[in-house]
């Protein structure tokens, strides 16, 4: 084990991991990540905390990590390195760590000019693999970029993203090769609507041995309704939503079409535990957190293990 993490604990394992995520509030009031947190709590394994998610100022992933841990929840502490610099990073490393935060996830983050600071400046010292490569170096050698010995490591549970349906699909893999060679323990994908396109990434996966070196866990997004559907179809870059879905939801009276979203993201849920290479799955329902413990449920994954 390279942490104290409940996450990297459950996978080890073998038994099917479940995390979801929630976004910080855009103000200070505490209570927001608490509700939220107590939401998920017992439904998922570990939450990830959004760093500043779509280039929007946000509380920080940071200090809701910290609030979500003071709840005995274990967070996932999401990284952007559009925002930072190799210093400020470590730093921030060190901190978490510092503060019993056993998870992270390695993100470059959007580009500024979708937020609401278009013309922000961004940073980019390092990308994501970089930062993959940062923390292990920190966990493992013990030691700063720079060359300096630490007087005591942190001990964090690695983990990254990856898009199956992005372009060019042919060096999607090739791109997750990378961030496991990295030191990605863990990876969190997209979320997944073309089912089909997925098993034939994961086809690749297994090809090259990489679903024997890191977890993979298949993200799941429930929708509430065409429009949503028709968004991240049309707006959300590297998002692969099948018409066939749309004119599903299309196809049911107006006010159960979130019904169908939650029907989908169940037997989306059903058909990934089936997948060879797969280890769990990651449910993201975007300021609808509400609807996860009910997912869980229904899609046989409760209770979960104790750890």
């Known amino acids: 084990m390279t942490s104290d993490s409940c996450l990297e604990k459950i996978l080890s394992k073998g038994e099917f991991a479940v995390t979801s995520e929630c976004g910080p509030p855009r103000g200070v009031d505490p209570e927001k990540i608490r509700e939220k947190g107590e939401l998920l709590k017992g439904s998922v394994d570990v939450i990830n905390v959004t760093d500043n998610q779509t280039s929007v100022v946000r509380m920080s992933s940071f200090s809701c990590a910290v609030i979500l841990k003071q709840l005995g929840i274990d967070p996932v502490l999401q990284m952007v390195t559009r925002d930072r610099n190799r210093i400020a990073i470590q730093s921030d490393i060190l901190g978490a760590a510092a503060l019993g935060i056993n ?11 979708f937020g609401d600071h278009p ?24 030691k700063f970029l720079g ?37 990605a323990q863990f990876i969190q994908t997209q979320c997944i609507f073309n089912i089909d396109r997925f098993k034939k990434w994961m086809e690749q996966v297994r090809d090259k041995g990489l679903h024997e070196k890191v977890y993979i ?17 049309k707006m959300v870059p590297g998002m692969d939503v099948p018409d066939e879905l749309i004119e599903r939801i299309k196809g049911v009276e107006k006010e159960k079409r979130s019904e169908e979203g939650i029907k989908i993201a169940i037997e989306t849920i059903q058909q990934l535990k089936e997948i060879e290479g797969v280890h769990g799955v990651h449910i993201m329902a975007i300021e609808w957190e509400e609807m996860v413990p009910r997912i869980a449920e229904q899609a046989g994954l409760l209770p979960r293990p104790q750890v």
């Open 103 to 113: 998870n992270i996830l390695c993100l470059s983050g959007d580009h500024q000019k």
């Open 119 to 142: 013309s922000a400046k961004n940073v980019y010292d390092l990308d994501s693999i970089h930062l993959i490569q940062t923390v292990k170096h920190l966990r493992d050698e013990g």
């Open 147 to 183: 060359g300096d010995e630490l007087t005591i490591p942190p001990r964090l549970f690695i983990g990254a993203a990856a898009n199956p349906f992005a372009d060019p699909f042919e060096t999607r893999v090739i791109r997750l090769a990378k961030k496991i060679a990295a030191g």
């Open 217 to 233: 866990l298949g993200g799941v997004t429930p929708m509430k309704s065409v429009g949503m559907a028709n968004y991240m179809k």
